[in-house]
């Protein structure tokens, strides 16, 4: 199986840059996404990485090592609108299927 | 856009009644999902589907069923509803495997409440 484990919460100032980590245990390995979901709203699809290294996204980046079983999520130049939950999901198959991390409530506070 | 709609944003049933929560999605993807939400526990696969009738278990299949009789929708059943089943449902789409890359749509979400 997958188990994945990231912080439960973060907290940040405006303007500053947050890391948020995580790490996964899996049995299979194609991928490693990010999701973005406000209070109230669905998940919505931030990054993914198959292979080692770092993808930039305007201010988000998302790293991914496969032989550490380890990435981040970086937040730059944050905003308020920025605070959310974010979720690591390891993609285990080629059909897409994710498993989910428990996820980290980020607080962006002025 | 792709668009995954669920029927329903908030739903309240009593222990022991059934329950459809429906899924459609407008982007011809094979795949879809049905995940449960709960605090700290992130999203949580029930069933997926990658076919018109073809299913599979998640982690949590126990007290579900599910239905994909056209490519567009896909149905989560719960046969006899208890209080441990009130959680936030979430629908996911996505293309099939070469298109796929991480990437799920999501619905908004039902909240079940079982009384």
């Known amino acids: 199986g997958q188990s994945l484990e990231q912080p439960s919460e973060v907290t940040a100032v405006e303007g500053a840059i947050v890391q948020i980590n995580c790490t996964y245990q899996?049995?299979?390995?194609?991928?490693l996404s990010w999701y973005q979901q406000h209070d109230g709203g669905a998940p919505t699809f931030l990054s993914y990485?198959?292979?080692?290294g770092l993808e930039e996204t305007g201010r988000f980046s998302s790293f991914l090592s496969r032989s550490d079983s380890y990435g981040y999520l970086l937040l730059q130049e944050l905003q308020m609108k920025d605070s959310a939950s974010y979720f690591c999901?390891?993609?285990?198959?080629?059909?897409?299927?994710?498993?989910f991390g428990g996820g980290t409530r980020l607080m962006v506070k002025p | 856009d792709v668009k995954v709609t669920q029927s329903s944003r908030y739903l309240v049933k009593r222990t022991g009644e059934k329950v459809f929560l429906e899924c459609v999605q407008d982007?011809?993807?094979?795949?879809m999902f049905w995940y449960r939400q709960d605090p700290g526990l992130g999203l949580r696969l029930i069933y997926f589907?990658?076919?018109?009738?073809?299913?599979e278990k998640g982690d949590i299949p126990e007290g579900y069923s599910v239905s994909r009789e056209k490519k567009e929708r896909f149905s989560l059943i719960l046969e006899s509803t208890s209080t441990n089943q009130t959680s936030m449902y979430l629908c996911?789409?996505?293309?099939?495997?070469?298109?796929?890359?991480?990437?799920?749509?999501f619905g908004a979400g039902t909240r079940l409440s079982v009384l």
């Open positions: 996911a789409s996505s293309p099939g495997t070469s298109g796929a890359r991480g990437i799920q749509y």
């Open positions: 899996t049995s299979g390995f194609y991928g």
């Open positions: 990485n198959a292979l080692d």
């Open positions: 999901a390891v993609r285990a198959n080629a059909g897409n299927m994710l498993t």
């Open positions: 982007m011809d993807h094979e795949n």
């Open positions: 589907s990658y076919d018109v009738k073809m299913k």
